[in-house]
């Protein structure tokens, strides 16, 4: 079993910056690609990036790019979202997401989720 804990959401103004952070405890950490998803008020939950168990390959909704970094650190077991220039529509809950496949990134484990929201 895998339990994954997000942490890092917050109140932002459009611009700023925040940084999520997932732990994992449960299964080797490594054998995983760790992503995180978002679900709007009133949307459907939507990709936002992946990363491979080794962290060599990463893959970004172009709603995302530029913007956003995912990274992980497998001695440590977390995976970190650094979110730049965030903006009013970034808003959404975050969840932090465990599959063994990167590509296609199909996950099993999911966390609570946190709150992102961007003021105008």
């Known amino acids: 079993q895998v339990q994954l804990v997000e942490s890092g959401g917050g109140l932002v103004e459009a611009g700023g910056s925040l940084r999520l952070s997932c732990a994992r405890s449960?299964?080797?950490?490594?054998?995983?690609?760790m992503g995180w998803f978002r679900q709007a008020p009133g949307k459907e939950r939507e990709f936002v990036a992946v990363?491979?168990?080794?962290?060599?390959?990463?893959y970004y909704a172009d709603s995302v790019k530029g913007r956003f970094t995912i990274s992980r650190d497998n001695a440590k077991n977390t995976v970190t979202l650094q979110m730049n220039s965030l903006k009013p529509e970034d808003t959404a809950v975050y969840y932090c997401?465990?599959?063994?496949?990167?590509?296609?990134?199909?996950?099993?484990?999911w966390g609570q989720g946190t709150q992102v929201t961007v003021s105008s």
């Open positions: 997401a465990a599959g063994r496949n990167y590509n296609p990134y199909d996950p099993n484990y």
């Open positions: 449960g299964r080797p950490f490594s054998n995983y690609a």
């Open positions: 990363i491979s168990w080794s962290g060599g390959s990463t």
